[in-house]
């Protein structure tokens, strides 16, 4: 069994069986003509179950043989042109290699002497992210495993800020966009908040925070005794890549002595875009900040940050134990990244990004990015065009929310005005009112379901107002106008089947 240990003697069997499976994937890759092949839960679970986990096979080609009808040839497949559903990006091949690096050195990233240079270039690309950001001299961060856990942390680091200054926990709330990410919600629990801390803020009809709502928020909460501990602005919502007015919303919170957490998860890519920078402006007079490189810098998952202006508030994650991180460390300079982070054992994921800026340079994935944006405004006027469907606003970055209107009930005017603002409540909520779906409901419902099941492509779903929506979200710069418009035309002949198959549409 110690020929399977990675060593100075077995480099030639890792060699043989890392470019095994390199071979075996890229094979799937030059192949695969669809983004997923419509597998269901149960037609895929009976080959899973069948394995004999108490019988090994002995060998990596048997493994990847059986990997391929356990696990390759049904996956979903985000490099494909037509995947067009969730926040996951194509990855770049320098991140790919430096993905093989980091698992075979397996660096933790908790203190120096697991970690040594891992820990500087983590500390660099921190740096680099926050002097991007325009946070300061004083800014730190740490990398995290993704968007959520940033707001955790950040939560966690607003919410210390606030009961240092005296706050009365059972009185601290956050106010948050109703665009915002659920994760907010989530981060709210799990650190105690009272159950209706999170306040939601209107947004105006492009889903940004409406600042009027904010400061009647901010002043509500001070009428009613309550402390707000951090105002978290969005710039890229989920579901609409909208971007809340930075600059106005960071003025208010300065104004009520408030944190400012941005939830970058999605829109960090423009900290690289060579065109569209501007677009985050605002975004450093936040105190904390979250980036997903995993979303919108086409790194694989995990790799995230959360980056902070005044590295101070960082001691609010640290503890010192005598075995790991002793509390002599900090006098003798020793840089432990533990200190700053939620986790203890963590992933090199950094070194990721540091491939792909020493290979492509952060311009080269700003111009992917701005690729993708490109064509959301191309598949904006596709959609707004035709007369199958209603589309909600205009995208700010790469997500286009849409239904299939049967013809005839297509509102007049232009599309962006049509669509009611959604009923407050963070995050779109679930895709189900009380058991009741209109047959327009019934219908985009189905084209998003009979498509995924064909696996000829792949969207997602929303509500808006309470009504069933597709969403395209576009990451992928080879996906073109054209793959955009066959799609839209998948999606109609399933919308148009199941129109006809049910009653006429009376609740529209
Ligand atoms: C995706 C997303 C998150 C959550 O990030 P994960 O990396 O999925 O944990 C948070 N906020 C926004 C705005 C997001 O789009």
Request: with cysteine; hydrophobic share 45%.
């Amino acid at each position: 069994m110690r020929s399977h240990l990675l060593n100075d003697t077995t480099t030639e069997h890792y060699r043989r069986s890392v470019i095994q499976g390199v071979e075996r994937v890229a094979a799937t890759l030059a192949a695969t003509e669809r983004p997923f092949t419509g597998v269901t839960p149960d037609a895929l679970a009976p080959s899973i179950d069948a394995v004999d986990l108490d019988r090994p096979l002995g060998d990596t080609a048997s493994a990847l043989e059986e990997l391929e009808s356990v696990y390759l040839r049904d996956a979903v497949y985000f490099h494909h042109p037509r995947y067009l559903a969730h926040l996951n990006c194509p990855v770049v091949i320098p991140a790919v290699t430096a993905e093989a690096v980091l698992s075979a050195v397996n660096s933790s990233l908790d203190t120096w002497d697991q970690s040594a240079g891992a820990t500087l270039i983590e500390r660099r690309l921190i740096d680099w992210t926050a002097a991007r950001i325009g946070l300061g001299p004083a800014a730190d961060g740490v990398f995290t495993s993704g968007g959520t856990q940033s707001n955790l942390q950040a939560l966690l680091l607003a919410r210390e800020e606030a009961l240092a200054r005296g706050a009365d926990p059972a009185r601290l709330c956050v106010l948050a966009s109703e665009c915002g990410h659920f994760s907010v919600q989530k981060s709210a629990g799990l650190l105690g908040l009272p159950a209706d801390a999170v306040v939601t803020v209107a947004c105006d009809a492009s889903r940004r925070m409406r600042p009027d709502a904010l400061a009647d928020a901010l002043t509500r909460c001070a009428r009613e005794g309550r402390t707000p501990m951090a105002v978290v602005a969005t710039a890229g919502t989920t579901d609409f890549g909208s971007i809340d007015p930075l600059p106005a919303v960071a003025d208010l919170a300065a104004r009520h002595g408030v944190w400012l957490h941005v939830d970058a998860a999605y829109g960090c890519g423009l900290l690289v875009s060579p065109t569209r920078r501007h677009l985050l402006d605002g975004i450093e007079h936040a105190d904390s900040v979250t980036v997903d490189y995993h979303k919108s810098f086409f790194q694989p998952v995990s790799s995230s940050a959360l980056v902070v202006r005044d590295q101070a508030v960082l001691r609010h994650a640290t503890h010192h134990s005598d075995y790991l991180n002793p509390r002599r460390a900090v006098a003798e300079r020793i840089p432990n990244q533990v200190d700053k982070s939620l986790q203890t054992t963590r992933r090199f994921d950094a070194l990721k990004l540091w491939m792909t800026l020493r290979v492509m340079g952060a311009d080269g994935v700003g111009t992917l990015f701005d690729e993708v944006l490109d064509l959301a405004e191309a598949g904006w006027r596709i959609l707004d065009a035709d007369p199958r469907f209603e589309v909600v606003t205009r995208p700010a970055l790469s997500t286009l929310v849409f239904r299939w209107v049967p013809p005839g009930h297509r509102p007049g005017g232009t599309a962006a005005a049509s669509v009611p603002v959604p009923a407050p409540g963070i995050g779109s909520g679930s895709d189900t009112r009380s058991g009741h779906v209109s047959a327009l409901d019934a219908a985009n419902l189905h084209a998003r379901k009979a498509l995924f099941a064909s696996g000829r492509a792949v969207v997602a779903g929303t509500t808006v107002h309470g009504r069933h929506y597709l969403k395209f979200t576009l990451l992928n710069p080879q996906t073109t106008a054209a793959d955009i418009a066959a799609v839209l035309d998948l999606l109609a002949g399933h919308a148009e089947a199941h129109a006809h198959l049910g009653e006429t549409l009376v609740h529209v």
